[in-house]
């Protein structure tokens, strides 16, 4: 009895169907061949319509036979498939339920992910029938913990290998501390680093495998490799145009952001060209209104008379230079006369013992009614 309780509780996750007496019916007729009363059940429902409704209870019932004590096991919808568009039948909504048989689908429900691939809750032998009459591969995938729980949310549980996986694979998922995921590395692995097994259900052979935890592109060939050209139906070459689509994007939004990045710099160089020059021609206007001040405390050459003085400038190369300044001129106002001619940093010598004049005019340092002073330039 309890392996018939098994072969009804098998039968309703593969067809989603959880009608314990239509399970009866179908299992009844085929003799307890789970895989011969999925196939009938499958064959009837695509007769009463092209399309199998989300709901399997609209078939009709078969004529009921008498049945043994079955409990049947309640399975939560998770609605996971939704987004897939009806490419995928959710007649296999079934096998993907929460339940505690199952660690690591507990450790997804833990993690709140709510798309995720089909899960199979079946033992590895009746997955593998199950495969073969769906003429699909048997793929299965060791969580370890050093692979970490972002790769399930950004990569195993992503759209597109959410779609790759229900096109073409039965699937099986374990915990690597859990018991089935350490037979399944005993199993198929010399070490506990296999992650994703590949493997042909009518052989049980390996086809291939992954040792490490890959990226989404990187699954994506892994999956499709395989497959084969006619197994890749719409919804899946929809998604490689999708993801093509958005390369294109990516590019076309990289190339955008260049060109911006671009005029960006260029638009920074052309500022700070314009902040320079502005900078020098503050810099001149401030050296000329400097001059011009000195200018103006300067005053205008004064033409030769009785109260003006004659004074010749020795400069260090050598050259003369002459001007006349009035007689109570200020010594500074000398020092100024050489700077708007280009001497800074100077001192003016006069007299003989040479000495240094700073302060005082013209008149109170008797260098009237003419002068020869030295200019010499200051070591520093």
Aim: net charge negative; aromatic share 8%; charged share 25%.
């Amino acid at each position: 009895m309890d392996q018939r309780n098994e072969a009804v509780q098998n039968f309703c996750a593969f067809t989603g169907n959880w009608d314990v007496d239509v399970a009866l019916a179908f299992l009844s007729k085929n003799n307890w061949d789970v895989s011969e009363a999925y196939n009938d059940f499958m064959g009837y429902a695509q007769q009463r319509s092209p399309i199998i409704e989300n709901s399997p209870q609209v078939i009709e019932r078969p004529q009921r036979i008498e049945r043994p004590q079955v409990v049947p096991v309640v399975q939560e919808n998770k609605g996971f498939l939704s987004w897939i568009g009806g490419s995928i039948s959710n007649m296999f909504s079934g096998i993907f339920a929460t339940t505690p048989n199952s660690p690591f689908i507990s450790h997804l429900d833990n993690l709140q992910v709510q798309n995720r691939p089909i899960i199979a809750l079946t033992s590895f032998e009746e997955t593998c029938s199950f495969a073969l009459g769906q003429n699909k591969l048997l793929l299965i995938y060791v969580h370890h913990t050093h692979t970490g729980d972002r790769f399930l949310r950004n990569v195993l549980c992503s759209q597109e290998i959410i779609t790759l996986i229900n096109q073409a694979y039965a699937f099986l998922a374990y915990l690597a501390t859990s018991e089935e995921g350490s037979l399944t590395i005993a199993r198929y692995s010399d070490d506990e680093a296999v992650i994703f097994i590949m493997i042909d259900p009518f052989t049980s052979e390996v086809i291939e495998k992954l040792t490490f935890a890959p990226n989404k592109v990187q699954l994506r060939n892994f999956l499709i490799n395989r497959m084969g050209n006619e197994s890749i139906n719409n919804d899946v070459q929809k998604i490689q145009d999708r993801m093509i689509r958005e390369q294109q994007e990516r590019e076309l939004k990289e190339a955008e952001e260049i060109e911006i990045k671009k005029a960006e710099e260029e638009s920074k160089k052309l500022q700070l060209i314009y902040e320079k020059k502005q900078d020098e021609e503050r810099k001149i206007r401030e050296e000329e209104e400097k001059k011009y001040k000195k200018e103006r405390m300067i005053g205008e050459e004064p033409d030769a008379g009785v109260d003006v003085t004659q004074i010749t400038f020795r400069l260090p190369s050598g050259e003369k230079l002459e001007r006349r300044f009035l007689q109570n001129t200020k010594i500074e106002v000398l020092y100024l006369f050489l700077e708007t001619k280009g001497f800074g940093n100077i001192e003016i010598v006069s007299g003989f013992p040479p000495k240094v004049i700073k302060d005082g005019s013209l008149q109170s340092e008797g260098l009237v009614p003419r002068a020869l002073m030295h200019v010499r330039l200051i070591q520093s």
